[in-house]
C-alpha cells in the first residue's frame, strides 16, 4: 500500500472502533494505512465468525440464535487456533465426561483334557453359550484352550500357565483339571464345566454353598454309575460277572467303583475292575475280561474313555461285549452299545452363563452348584444286532433315543 494512496472503508462497527456517525474515515498517513488495512481485516474476520457462529446458533435453537450474539461478538476476537481446541473439546467432552474408559477385554482360560488339535466337538456347546451371551473370541474375549493332551499329570503345568496369562476365569471341564487350578489360585474364579462329584473330591464344601472360588455344574457320577449297571442288567438279564474299565487316577473314579460295588452287591454280580492309566492299557484290560469270562462291559465316566472311544467302542464288539458308556458320544459317534447320559448341552450352556455372570462381579462362592435335571438313555441296535443282543422291548420303550 503506498502512503499517497487514500484508503475509504465503511465499517460495520462504528460503535466499537470509534469511527464518525456516518461510518466513513480516511487516513493518509502511511502508518495510519497500515493500521486502517489490518483493523479492517480483523473486522472482516469478526464479521465471518459472528455470522458463522449465528448459523451454529440457529441450527441448534432452532431459531435466530440471539443468546450467541454476545458469544459470537467474544469468540471473534480469540484466535483461530485457541477457538479450534475449545471446539475439540467441546465435542469430546461427551465422550469422556461420563469417566469410561475403553472395556477391558476379559480372558478365560480353558482346560482340557482332550487332544488341543482341534476344539472337541463334545465342548461346543459351552463355546456357543458363551457367543451367545455375546462372547466372541478375539473380539469381546479372549479364549486360551490349553489341553493335557490325554496326560492328566499336565494339568498343574497349565494352571500354572492360567495364572502367568492372568486369566480373568477359569474353566475346567475334568476334576484334575479343576483340582490344579484350585491349587494354583485362590483368586480367579473357576467354573466347573459338568464335572463328576465337587462335593466327594474337595472342590467345594456343599452344593448349595460351594465357597472359594470354584463353582458349575455337577454330573452326579456315583449315582447314575450305579444306574447304568441296573440298566445293563436289564439289557442282559442272565449277566452275572461284568468288566469295569475305570481311569482310578481321576478323583471321581473311586467315587464310581464304591458305587458300583454296592449295586453288584443288591444286583448279584461279579465286578472284574480294571485301572486304565493310558490308552496301552485298554486292549489288555479286554484279554483279562476273556479270561475272566465276563458278559457285560461298564465304562466309567472319565475324560480318557472319551478320548479313546472309538478303541474301546471295537474292543467290545470284537468281544461280543455288551457295553454301557457314561456319555452319548460314545454311542452317537463311536458306535457304542448304550449310553445313559445326561443332557451336557444343557449342563454347557448353564456353566457358560455362569461365567458370563462371574464376569460381570458375581461372587462364586455366592452360585450353588447345579444338578442335571435332563437324562437320556441311547440303544444302538446296529451294535446290538453285531453283537447277536436282543434288547428286551421294555428297555427300548424306556429309550429317549434308538439308532436302527
Known sequence: MEAAHWILLTLEFPDTFGYSSHGKRAWSHPEACYRCEKKWLEVQTAIAWEAEIRCLSTLIRGTAGWPFTRLARWLAQMPRLTLFAMFVLVVAAPLTGNGQQPKKIPRLCFLTFDPSASRSTRFDAFFQGLRELGYVDGQTITIDYLSANGHGEQFPTLAAECVRLKADIIAVSSTPAAQAAKTATHTIPIVMIALGDPVGTGLVDSLAQPGGNVTGMS????????????????AV?????????????????PLQVKALKEAAHTLGLTLQIQNI?????IPAAFEVGRSKRVDGLLITAESIFVVHR???SALAVRHRLPAIYPFSIQVVEAGGLMAYDVSYSDLEKRAAAYVDKILNGANPSDLPVQQPTQFALIVNLKTAKAIGLRIPEKLLALADQVIE
Open 219 to 234: 454330573l452326579m457320577v456315583p449315582e447314575l454309575a450305579a444306574k447304568r449297571l441296573e440298566l445293563l442288567k436289564e
Open 237 to 253: 438279564p442272565g449277566m452275572s460277572r461284568v468288566l469295569v474299565l475305570s481311569y482310578l487316577a481321576d478323583p471321581i473314579a
Open 277 to 281: 492309566r493310558t490308552a496301552d492299557d
Open 310 to 312: 472309538t478303541q474301546v
